[in-house]
């Protein structure tokens, strides 16, 4: 899963409201991710590229249980000022990976994932979008009620990148044909991890910027409606 993580840092930001800054809550929706860019690049997490996959990430995950197990889960989100995101990413990831994806422990037998993005590929990206939807509209709607910051602009931002990475126009799409063609040889750990923390990193960092402005902007209203009584 993509964007549906960063749904959910919306309303985790929208619950939490302006009593704490957007960074670690949309960071720690992604962090997982981040650690797995990291493990990717010291060989721990296997990722083996494929332009057969769908729906957008067109990529199997051989093994990535030093980031995805429920152990280092939970060993990570403690670790991370904002665990809950991370665990509630770690929820998500069991409704699309493969069967084979996610286990208890590093090199655990027992293995487990739904498997939506294999067996339904279209109406799992369409399920995502769904689902992005009706998170980010809670969220704003909880924005408003909780704090009077109005998250829209950050909506909107949702609605592009969850275009952006359907099967058709998803920039992993190209990362596996140039693989599959061309082969990245001794450097496909690099750009592993360079797509990892491109991906989580600049649009968390865009997400919190734009939170955090409306905060800011819900707290100026305030004040001024203040002065005015």
């Not at 494929?50 to 670790?79: Q, V």
């Not at 952006?164 to 496909?188: C, D, K, Q």
Request: a negative charge.
């Amino acid at each position: 899963m993509y964007h549906g993580h960063f749904a959910t840092g919306l309303l985790l930001k929208a619950i939490y409201g302006h009593s704490i800054p957007a960074w670690p809550v949309m960071m720690g929706s992604s962090f997982l991710d981040i650690i797995g860019g990291l493990d990717a690049l010291l060989g721990l997490t296997v990722i083996t590229l494929s332009s057969a996959r769908g729906p957008y990430m067109y990529s199997t995950f051989t093994f990535i249980d030093w980031e995805h197990s429920a152990l280092m889960m939970l060993i990570w989100s403690s670790l991370f000022w904002m665990g809950s995101s991370s665990v509630l990413h770690w929820l998500m990831d069991i409704l699309v990976v493969e069967s084979t994806a996610l286990t208890l422990y590093p090199h655990g037998n027992y293995h487990f994932g739904l498997g939506l993005y294999e067996k339904f590929p279209i109406f799992s990206w369409v399920l995502e979008c769904i689902l992005c939807a009706v998170v980010a509209g809670a969220a704003s709607r909880i924005s408003l009620m909780r704090s009077g910051a109005d998250i829209s602009r950050a909506c909107v931002f949702l609605g592009i990148i969850s275009l952006l990475m359907s099967l058709w126009t998803s920039p992993l799409r190209l990362v596996a044909y140039i693989h599959e063609t061309y082969g990245f040889g001794n450097y496909l750990s690099y750009v592993q991890t360079a797509g990892f923390w491109t991906a989580y990193i600049i649009p968390a960092t865009i997400f919190s910027k734009i939170l955090d402005g409306a905060d800011i902007a819900a707290q100026e209203g305030k004040n001024e409606g203040k002065r005015g009584e």
